[in-house]
T-cell receptor, first 114, second 113 residues
């Protein structure tokens, strides 16, 4: 079965600083990979996805993520964080032929200091 | 297009009762999935329905059930509520048969007293 690890439970960055959130997955083949963001009391918003091809994917709100097969990683990055980016971020994996079931990591809570 | 709509947004129930949550997917989406989110267990997959058939099921007891109607709207039912069922229940719809791209609703916050 697939699994997702987000090793950082909380991260604090200053506004304007760069950001990298880590995500490692476990799956025998190349999975579908996603990053979602959740603001308090809200559902999940899709930031970006990776299916195949170019390993650097661009998403909404200035986020990007890089798929590294050798490290089984899919880290999320943003060059300059804005105060409105404070939220919880979830990495998720889906499998080919498995319908639309996602396995989520435990999430990383991002705090932005002004 | 309207997004995924979940009703109600908040529910308070007592132990032993049952509850039904509703989800209207994005127009044209035939797949609806349900997730439970709790502080202790995180986001856990409950089940997925596609064209009125349950296609995937997570590791939850039989008290958790669902169904999907011909218009793709879905309902989730929890019977004999337990305190541990208190959670945010999220519904997601998908535009494809696979591919796992899912769009989430705002959720239903269930509190069991």
């Amino acid at each position: 079965a697939q699994s997702v690890t987000q090793p950082d439970i909380h991260i604090t960055v200053s506004e304007g600083a760069s950001l990298e959130l880590r995500c490692n997955y476990s799956y025998g083949a190349t999975p579908y990979l996603f990053w979602y963001v959740q603001s308090p009391g809200q559902g999940l918003q899709l930031l970006l996805k990776y299916f195949s091809g170019d390993t650097l994917v661009q998403g909404i709100k200035g986020f990007e993520a890089e798929f590294k097969r050798s490290q089984s990683s899919f880290n999320l990055r943003k060059p300059s964080v804005h105060w409105s980016d404070a939220a919880e971020y979830f990495c998720a994996v889906g499998v080919t032929g498995g319908g639309n079931k996602l396995t989520f990591g435990t999430g990383t809570q991002l705090k932005v200091e002004l | 297009k309207a997004g995924v709509t979940q009703t109600p947004r908040y529910l308070i129930k007592t132990r032993g009762q049952q509850v039904t949550l509703s989800c209207s997917p994005i127009s044209g989406h035939r797949s609806v999935s349900w997730y439970q989110q709790t502080p202790g267990q995180g986001l856990q997959f409950l089940f997925e329905y596609f064209s009125e058939t349950q296609r995937n099921k997570g590791n939850f007891p039989g008290r958790f059930s669902g169904r999907q109607f011909s218009n793709s709207r879905s309902e989730m039912n929890v019977s004999t509520l337990e305190l541990g069922d208190s959670a945010l229940y999220l519904c997601a719809s998908s535009p494809e048969e696979g591919g796992c791209i899912q769009y989430f609703g705002a959720g239903t916050r269930l509190s069991v007293l």
